[in-house]
């Protein structure tokens, strides 16, 4: 069962915009950022390895289609340990 939105994964977002029309943004996920305090999708929307990234603001998703789902690796905590002598 799918928790979360994972990096590497292909989506289809729907947007709301300013228009009467969707914003249709098809890509891989490349994380997620802030636009000053507002959360935001990143999206590569590029075509046969020509990147073009895409911002969407959460604010403004009105649903996610999943085309591709990846497999999250897991985090691996390294954890810097100083030893004094």
Same mark, same amino acid.
């Given at each position: 069962?799918?928790?979360?939105?994972? $990096? %590497?994964? #292909? @989506?289809?977002? +729907?947007?709301?915009?300013? &228009?009467?029309? !969707? +914003?249709?943004?098809? %890509?891989?996920?490349?994380?997620?950022?802030?636009?000053?305090?507002?959360?935001? =999708?990143?999206? !590569? =929307?590029?075509?046969?390895? $020509?990147?073009?990234? #895409?911002?969407?603001?959460?604010? &403004?998703?009105?649903?996610?289609?999943?085309?591709?789902?990846?497999?999250? $690796?897991?985090?691996?905590?390294? #954890?810097?340990? !100083? @030893? =004094?002598?």
């Amino acid at each position: 069962m799918m928790t979360q939105l994972t $990096k %590497g994964s #292909r @989506y289809k977002i +729907v947007s709301a915009s300013s &228009t009467e029309e !969707n +914003v249709v943004s098809e %890509g891989i996920l490349q994380g997620f950022l802030t636009m000053g305090e507002e959360p935001a =999708i990143l999206l !590569n =929307i590029g075509e046969d390895k $020509k990147e073009m990234l #895409r911002i969407i603001p959460v604010s &403004t998703i009105l649903f996610i289609d999943v085309i591709e789902q990846t497999e999250e $690796k897991e985090k691996q905590e390294k #954890r810097e340990v !100083n @030893y =004094i002598s």
